[in-house]
């Protein structure tokens, strides 16, 4: 596997995952904000590094997520991968620390920080972030602007809103040259653009790629383009069930083109199997679907290019006598 593949694994699966999964339990009393000590009988595994690290203080053990598999499980590192995959987009259950007294950040409710951020503009450093860094058209950008998806976040980074199914704003996935998370103290539900009564449901791993897809597709009619923000807890499981409930609804599972799109896609056909709706794969033409557009726009330069070039030649004098 390569390494950039290893990191995007070891980013999206959290070392609690694996401890719950494998029957241990948090021991609130005695963790903290900085390390997690979960038990099992007489084990003890303290989770540290925002939940990408550990070790075990009754031996020398320690890691990152891989190497708490082999540990939990004996198994060799190819095999530590696989049992990793599989806890893709699984959010762990961990405490909810309170604030401590006096402390003012992130105090303020997320709908009331959503409203207070600007939408992006065309020149903003936002709207340049999306268009020339990520290819987006102005088109898409605009849609999902008035479709109020968008904000502008620090230092030119974008937000985008992730609502419940009375549109109400539960948090927003983050997005920057040099940072991506998910909003402080919000919940991951889904990022939607389009009609909410679509019957076709776009499910991406990441808002860019929503966006990235309704770009391809010229925002479809019927569609919605939706995303997870690389999650799936179990309020994005309830509200993909609840749009692919609706009769005449098809689930497109519209996620990456590597081992991990794959994990999510079987997801959604597991749900349009349960549900009782169509289901078909929208597999990107490159590793996901921004990749694809950039590729894309790429091309359009090269044959925008290659067409300057091939223009009319240079005008020659007749010859005389």
Not at 16 to 30: H, P, S, T, W
Not at 42 to 52: N, P, Q, T
Not at 178 to 194: A, C, M, P, V
Not at 294 to 320: D, Y
Request: charged share 30%; hydrophobic share 40%; net charge neutral.
């Amino acid at each position: 596997m390569e390494k950039q593949k290893l990191e995007d694994l070891r980013d999206r699966v959290p070392c609690a995952a694996l401890l719950q999964r494998a029957g241990f339990a948090i021991d609130v009393k005695e963790s903290t904000r900085n390390a997690l000590k979960y038990r099992r009988g007489a084990e003890i595994v303290i989770v540290i590094h925002e939940g990408r690290g550990w070790f075990d203080p009754l031996s020398d053990a320690k890691g990152d997520v891989f190497g708490l598999a082999e540990h939990l499980d004996g198994v060799t590192f190819v095999e530590a991968l696989d049992r990793v995959a599989e806890l893709i987009g699984v959010i762990a259950g961990n405490p909810v620390w309170s604030a401590p007294a006096g402390s003012s950040a992130h105090d303020t409710p997320v709908t009331e920080r959503w409203a207070k951020r600007r939408h992006p503009w065309r020149g903003s450093m936002t709207w340049r972030y999306l268009h020339t860094e990520r290819c987006l058209p102005a088109t898409i950008i605009r849609e999902a602007i008035q479709s109020n998806c968008l904000r502008e976040g620090p230092h030119g980074s974008m937000w985008a809103a992730h609502v419940n199914d009375d549109s109400v704003v539960t948090g927003w996935e983050e997005r920057g040259r040099d940072w991506r998370g998910f909003s402080t103290g919000g919940s991951k539900i889904l990022f939607r653009l389009g009609s909410s009564e679509a019957l076709r449901l776009c499910v991406t791993e990441a808002a860019i790629d929503a966006m990235s897809l309704a770009a391809f597709e010229g925002l479809r009619e019927g569609s919605v383009y939706l995303s997870t923000g690389g999650g799936w807890s179990p309020a994005t499981d309830a509200a993909v069930r609840r749009l692919a409930a609706r009769p005449g609804a098809v689930l497109a599972a519209a996620t990456d083109a590597n081992s991990q799109g794959e994990i999510f896609a079987g997801r959604l056909r597991d749900i349009a199997e349960e549900v009782g709706c169509d289901w078909l794969r929208l597999k990107p033409p490159a590793e996901d679907w921004n990749a694809a557009l950039k590729v894309r726009e790429e091309e359009k330069k090269e044959r925008r290019t290659r067409a300057g070039r091939g223009g009319l030649p240079h005008a020659r004098r007749p010859r005389q006598g």
